[in-house]
């Protein structure tokens, strides 16, 4: 399988807590981003990496998110003494940034579901 | 900062009728146009996307889109919808998506 992957699938944790979603991109996409999607919305764009470096971030974005993409591949979103409202699907895609055709097609992966208690 | 709208929050038809769903984006520069669907219990697929070139794009499962410069917007459309239609449909404009439109068609 060479889609976008995302581990865990689903992660149920109580408030407080402090949780880790991974994910792998399409093995030779130089651009990764993680959204959030609550049932019946859109994804909500929260950040992007184009190889390591992270290139932008959404206000919905506080400081008790943090992501990285340390090598230039997988890339971690981490959430800090979770919240009620922070339970969501937490999308990660990616796509290949500047070629001709292709250019900025995003790739989605599955989805993490977090459910915080 | 760039932003997509969809008009149409649930939209429910028969099968055989004709679909269209808004989306206008605010974006002026490069023109990134991206239709995405999600099947019940599915992840986001591509249905069809517009660079440049042919407003008039034609995608997966008999889907088409124009996209149309004066109006900022990029009109999903299908001739005649089946049931399996029946899913969330996104329009994005780069990194940037619209808060969807369920579609609902009954058999």
């Known amino acids: 399988d060479t889609g976008v992957s995302q581990d865990p699938r689903h992660k149920i944790t109580k408030r407080g807590q402090n949780v880790t979603f991974r994910c792998d991109p399409i093995?030779?996409?130089?651009?990764l981003y993680w959204y959030r999607q609550t049932l019946g919305q859109g994804p909500e764009f929260l950040t992007y990496?184009?190889?390591?470096?992270?290139?932008?971030k959404s206000r919905l974005l506080s400081d008790r998110f943090s992501a990285e993409r340390p090598k230039g591949s997988f890339s971690t979103l981490e959430i800090q003494r979770t919240e009620q409202g922070d339970s969501a699907m937490y999308l990660c895609?990616?796509?290949?940034?500047?070629?001709?055709?292709?250019?900025?097609?995003?790739?989605f992966g599955e989805g993490s579901w977090l459910t915080v208690v | 900062a760039q932003s997509v709208s969809q008009h149409n929050h649930h939209v429910i038809l028969s099968e055989a009728a004709s679909l269209e769903l808004g989306c206008n984006y605010s974006?002026?520069?490069?023109?990134?146009l991206f239709w995405y669907v999600q099947y019940p219990g599915q992840h986001l697929q591509l249905l069809l996307k517009?660079?440049?070139?042919?407003?008039l794009v034609k995608g997966i499962k008999g889907f088409e889109a124009e996209f149309i410069k004066s109006k900022f917007s990029f009109n999903l459309r299908k001739p005649s919808v089946q049931w399996s239609d029946t899913a969330e449909y996104f329009c994005?404009?780069?990194?940037?998506f619209g808060a969807g439109t369920r579609l609902t068609v009954k058999p």
């Open positions: 895609a990616s796509s290949l940034a500047g070629v001709s055709g292709l250019r900025n097609t995003i790739y």
């Open positions: 093995s030779e996409h130089n651009r």
């Open positions: 990496f184009q190889n390591e470096a992270q290139l932008e």
């Open positions: 974006y002026g520069g490069t023109v990134n």
């Open positions: 517009y660079f440049s070139g042919d407003p």
């Open positions: 994005a404009s780069g990194r940037r």
